[in-house]
């Protein structure tokens, strides 16, 4: 089961640019995360966000979570090639129970 | 933090035929889980194996084709059986851990049926 949508599914900056990816979940969480995925291998951990919080940074990495809207955003700043790849948003809604993945969005960054 | 050691990493099968993947965390884990991910998809939850019970499965997958075992806290195994192409995705483990996010996942096996 797919918890919501991404937007955009695709994304085509040049290097330097920010890139600005988008979720929405259905359910009440306990909290909501980003991963990045290089073509096909292992998910990355990028960071995690709880319910009772609003923004959160990391590096060139800004997430926000909106509950009432039931959404999130993550801004990468100052984008690189080596940021190409899909970035997945997950969610969880009770302690224990698996992550739900939203459908992703393919960011392509050239130089 | 905990590891997740997945095997195989890949595998070319014959239609027909059945894929056991396996998963050991290098910790006891209460809940693991099984995900699918078909080719330029997200991830999809297959089911959650707790240890001592069957496994809960997700709409649209059953045990016949996906069996699981989860014989011990620290490992589980996913069986594709009777294989079609459809079946080609990778498969990925995850369990809840003590990292700060909460969850880990094993590195994938990326399936391709012929």
């Known amino acids: 089961s797919q918890q919501g949508e991404e937007d955009p599914q695709a994304l085509s900056i040049q290097e330097g640019e920010n890139a600005t990816m988008n979720c929405s979940y259905k359910?009440?969480?306990?909290?909501l995360q980003w991963y990045r995925q290089n073509s096909g291998r292992g998910l990355v951990h990028l960071i995690l966000i709880r319910s009772n919080e609003r923004e959160k940074h990391s590096g060139r990495l800004r997430v926000t979570l909106d509950t009432s809207k039931k959404s999130s955003s993550l801004l990468i700043t100052a984008s690189r090639a080596a940021d190409t790849a899909s970035y997945f948003c997950a969610t969880d809604s009770q302690a224990g129970t698996a992550l739900i993945f939203g459908k992703g969005t393919t960011l392509s960054v050239s130089s | 933090s905990a590891v997740i050691s997945q095997k195989p990493s890949r595998d070319i099968c014959q239609r027909g035929t059945s894929l056991t993947i396996q998963c050991q965390v290098d910790s006891q884990v209460t809940m693991m889980f099984w995900y699918r991910q078909q080719p330029g998809q997200s991830l999809t939850l297959i089911a959650t194996?707790?240890?001592?019970?069957?496994?809960?499965?997700e709409s649209g997958f059953v045990i016949d084709k996906f069996p699981i075992s989860r014989p011990n806290l620290t490992f589980s195994t996913l069986t594709v059986s009777n294989m079609s192409p459809e079946d080609s995705s990778i498969y990925l483990c995850?369990?809840?851990?003590?990292?700060?996010?909460?969850?880990?996942f094993g590195s994938g096996t990326r399936l391709t049926v012929v």
């Open positions: 359910t009440s969480i306990n909290n």
């Open positions: 194996a707790n240890q001592g019970s069957e496994a809960t499965y």
């Open positions: 995850s369990a809840r851990t003590g990292t700060d996010y909460g969850y880990t």
